[in-house]
């Protein structure tokens, strides 16, 4: 295993620790809790947003933290939940008086510690908790640490559009109830090149051959649907697509934002060949394109590959997708 | 070589496709010339700023074009300079009246062709261009593609600040002396724990051992001062600055913008971790950080790894820095 890090143990607080080294104006990071928050949080009569999970997604949650987006962050070790003390204590410290969302990704240990945060924090300081959890891998029906549908891309679209809703003064249940609806319209399907290292694990989490792929793989190397052999590009988003497209709930002419998302390992010039492909297929398929995002914003270490995600939008979500945003990993109106 | 494309020969044209379908409201593309233009250019009375070479080092140098930053980037093929044509075509395109601003990294390929470019777009238009040629990394004198050091981080930091000075309506030789000051002001050095595959060459361009790294890669994957056991990050930070330090020309007690690049294949929060040990090394030196920006700008298609550039920066460069920027890849302020 070769990587920047000094011991394996430590990477997440070190990694934090630079964070809010590189971001003194904006954030700041309590590392016994292990939870980055919005520097002026909490915003008095704003509805908090928290949102956390495993360390390896980066920039998400942490570098989404900020105006316009999340208020905090909660970090778990690399690939694992964060516990709800932390989550109870961001809940607690971001709460405006407007109440607080929970944003959280369906795998089973984010899912219940968020569900216990949210119980003690109400029991603790009578904190109005609602949450949303993130369901958009059409890959497969369960997994290695879900029931259900895996959370991924969506989240990022998601915390962007909710978090301007909650900029802009809406109360707690218009911000829950658009959260819903934006984890309903949207669907998302990855592959990867490669595996990636657990820095503890010290090996590669699975095994590729040089020749072929995963479809379907998983944010933490879960297994996907199937192996199959590699493909140039244009059959590759196509596979990813087919599926994400069958599922997704979109009224005719309903306008998406297309989100071609790099897994941490694979280079831009291949994320905007590979948005190419998508603009090409979603042009066939009669789908328009309103707003895109290309990037690496929803990572799995180093594993070379990437995931598309749709989201059917209207108009309100396509304005608050335009909102301001000031986080060290979206950043646009500021 | 498993990667998201279709032929190797149509990967730069596809890419820059995909590049000019993510961001229809800011940029306009070229696909015969291969150039990038911010889509209103030329501005009328505004300095032209055009860079470019070869391509695999995105976000560089076409998602750098926009408001505060170029009016253009020509586009190689994967790590091979452009031509001398593109540059021209560049150059007249962006030309407002006010004179262009070529920005070369220092590679004999790039120097020359930019350097007929310039006199062919004197001849043929009378354009008055002037040329600023980056040569920040102190890993090496000379290297596989250049006579001199090679021209890397400070580019990014280069093309930022000299950007705002022609969007602030600067003329020429105010822009051009500028730039050549923040060229001396900035000093370089990388490392590689992985090669990367050139798309055309199919297989790696090196080969590391799983226990070694190259200290002070070129980012075309040139060979650099030696291969040494892999080390703790904390070690490898101080492997990459003691040479930085001790050649950056800066008075005592003045800041420097800290940039911490990955190479492209290489994680966020390894970056983030190694940006922290990047402050801790500088707080020891008495060096202070005015500003800082850390993740992958320019990159060395899947190469792991990362560089670190210090920029000696006086409160001219810092106003620069912070003023407004709308790029792909760098966006703040608008």
């Known amino acids: 295993m070769k990587k920047l890090i000094n011991d394996p143990n430590d990477v997440v607080v070190e990694a934090l620790t630079g ?30 947003l928290v949102s956390g999970g495993g360390s390896g997604h980066e920039p998400m949650h ?26 109870m204590a961001a809940t607690k410290a971001v709460d405006g008086g407007a109440g607080v969302l ?26 109005d908790v609602r949450t949303v959890v993130t369901q958009d891998d059409v890959a497969v029906k369960d997994s290695l640490y879900t029931a259900g549908r895996r959370g991924v891309g969506v989240t990022v679209l998601l915390e962007k559009i909710v978090g301007a809703a909650a900029e802009a003064g809406r109360p707690l249940a218009e911000v829950a109830d658009l959260a819903t ?40 190397g879960e297994p996907g649907r199937e192996r199959k052999p590699m493909a140039p590009a244009r059959e590759l988003a ?29 280079p831009l010039l291949e994320l905007y060949l590979m948005f190419n492909e998508v603009t090409q297929i979603l042009d066939k398929a009669g789908v328009p394109i309103a707003r895109s995002l ?5 990572t799995s270490l180093e594993m070379a590959g990437c995931s598309v995600t749709l989201l059917a939008v209207d108009d309100d979500m396509i304005g608050l997708w335009d909102a301001p945003v000031n986080t060290p990993g979206l950043r646009w109106g500021v």
């Open 19 to 48: 964070l809010a080294a590189a971001h003194p104006d904006h954030l700041r990071v309590d590392l016994t809790d292990k939870v980055v928050y919005r520097k002026d949080s909490p915003v008095q009569g704003k509805v908090g």
């Open 62 to 87: 942490g570098g989404f933290v900020g105006l316009g987006m999340l208020d905090a962050a909660c970090a778990g070790e690399v690939f694992t939940s964060p516990v709800p003390d932390q989550m």
């Open 102 to 127: 929970h944003i959280v990704k369906n795998y089973t240990g984010d899912v219940m510690n968020f569900e216990m945060a949210a119980e003690l924090a109400d029991a603790d300081s009578g904190i």
């Open 181 to 220: 609806r934006v984890s309903e319209s949207g669907r998302s399907m990855g592959l990867a090149l490669t595996s990636c290292t657990v820095p503890t694990a010290g090996k590669p989490t699975f095994a590729l051959a040089d020749d072929e792929f995963e479809l379907g793989i998983g944010i933490h």
């Open 238 to 266: 196509e596979q990813l697509l087919e599926p994400v497209l069958a599922d997704l709930p979109r009224a005719d002419g309903q306008p998406v934002i297309a989100f071609v998302n790099g897994m941490g390992g694979t």
């Open 294 to 298: 290309v990037g690496s914003y929803i």
